[in-house]
């Protein structure tokens, strides 16, 4: 494929295809992971990981407005608002020749999830963002890479915004409080 799409393996383009590659083929068996490439794909995965007869949509991060790039300081224009959901499906795009989407359910961690509406400073550009707060780390590797991105230490509770084209299933709600949308 590389040729075909003229992408040198050896280019930072060409590195992270590869990477791509490296980590679904790592995941092959896996059932509480997937490297989705279609959307039937991915929403088969979803499916059996909300299981039979439970509604669920998906959310992410959105820019209305906005008009310059996103790298700037933000600030937060009002007070974040829980999204309820008793199971979480996160789905992030991979870089490749074509759409692939690493899934993955988060059985095995406790997680709670925010929506947050944040304020450019210096553009004025609004962003609703989903941010995801890991509750505890110790069940990841001493060399997961949010340990050296972060400055934090295994064990320790962390906070990542989800970027644009990040997808977050979650369960649908028929009442209660916090926000399924």
């Keep these: 494929m590389f040729n075909l799409f003229k992408v040198p393996p050896s280019s930072p383009k060409g590195k992270a295809f590869l990477g791509t590659l490296y980590s679904c083929d790592s995941i092959n068996g896996e059932t509480t992971k ?9 929403l088969g995965f979803v499916k059996k990981a909300f299981g039979p007869d439970v509604d669920f949509k998906f959310i992410t991060t959105t820019h209305p407005t906005l008009t310059t790039p996103v790298f700037q300081n933000y600030t937060v224009l ?11 499906v996160p789905c992030h795009p991979f870089p490749y020749f074509y759409a692939i989407y690493f899934c993955h359910t988060d059985l095995n961690y406790e997680t709670r999830a925010f929506k947050l509406r944040l304020v450019g400073d210096g553009s004025g550009d609004e962003v609703e963002a ?3 707060c890991h509750l505890d780390s110790k069940n990841l590797s001493s060399d997961h890479l949010v340990f050296r991105m972060l400055g934090v230490e ?6 990542h915004v989800f970027r644009q084209g990040d997808i977050f299933w979650i369960q649908q709600q028929t009442s209660g409080s ?3 949308a």
């Excluded at 997937?34 to 991915?42: F, R, V």
């Excluded at 295994?154 to 906070?159: A, D, E, F, P, T």
């Design 34 to 42: 997937i490297c989705a490439t279609s959307l039937d794909s991915m």
């Design 78 to 88: 009002e007070p974040p608002v829980e999204i309820v959901s008793v199971k979480k």
């Design 130 to 132: 989903v941010i995801v």
């Design 154 to 159: 295994k064990g320790s509770s962390y906070c």
């Design 178 to 180: 916090g926000v399924a």
